[in-house]
């Protein structure tokens, strides 16, 4: 089962910051988190991942609390083409991938 | 980042016949790859992991029998849908991670139909 609770929807209007947030509050230490995104149709994309510390690269930052029992990926300047779902994934590093229901965001003109 | 192709991108076959659908890492070593099913409006689910050269790990429910896996190279790896029956009509990805790599690359997926 996945170990990550998401909202199953979000909207966010174009040119404004998406926050999407993802609890995991039975995240083992080795256990890094992993976000993807899944246009209609296509394969899995990968996005961000991180441990502890917050990271940040050309798509998105990824914030993690300091306890690790939550995170947010923030995409700072929502396009329409980032409408997709969302997965928030837990795993060690290279691990499988279990994936969640995820957030659906519909990314509006 | 690093590309993965399958093909076929769809198909359609008739019930009983069996279905090849190829994964290929193509500028990089993928030594481990992993095969997903997804159903309409649900989310992936794995189901095996091979490593190139080794027999391949299902999950818990997956016919092994059924959905056989070969990863015979680093680039590429098939899975092949034995007997196939409507139930099997779905949408299959792949995903291939290197030997330098943190996360999995997914491939675009292929759409099984079966009548």
């Known amino acids: 089962d996945a170990k990550t609770t998401q909202p199953t929807s979000m909207d966010c209007a174009e040119g404004r910051a998406a926050n999407l947030p993802c609890n995991h509050s039975t995240i083992s230490g080795n256990e890094y988190v992993y976000w993807y995104r899944q246009i209609h149709s296509q394969g899995p994309q990968y996005i961000i991942h991180g441990l502890k510390n917050n990271e940040t690269n050309e798509m998105a930052s990824l914030i993690i609390t300091e306890d690790r029992k939550s995170s947010t990926l923030i995409l700072p300047h929502a396009t329409l083409r980032d409408t997709a779902v969302y997965y928030c994934?837990?795993?060690?590093?290279?691990?499988?991938?279990?994936f969640g229901t995820g957030t659906r965001l519909q990314v509006f003109p | 980042g690093a590309v993965v192709s399958q093909h076929p991108s769809w198909v359609i076959c008739k019930s009983g016949t069996s279905v090849k659908i190829e994964c290929r890492s193509l500028?990089?070593?993928?030594?481990?790859m992993f095969w997903y099913r997804q159903f309409p409006k649900q989310s992936l689910m794995l189901m095996a992991t091979?490593?190139?050269?080794?027999?391949?790990?299902?999950e818990q429910g997956v016919e092994k029998d059924k959905f056989l896996i070969n990863h015979a190279s680093l680039t590429l790896s098939t899975l092949t849908v034995t007997s196939a029956h409507p139930e099997d009509s779905s949408f299959y990805i792949c995903?291939?991670?290197?030997?330098?790599?943190?996360?999995?690359?997914f491939g675009p997926g292929t759409r099984l139909t079966v009548l």
């Open positions: 994934i837990v795993s060690p590093l290279t691990d499988k991938l279990i």
């Open positions: 995903s291939a991670r290197g030997a330098s790599h943190n996360e999995q690359f």
């Open positions: 500028d990089f070593q993928a030594t481990t």
């Open positions: 091979s490593n190139e050269g080794s027999k391949a790990t299902y």
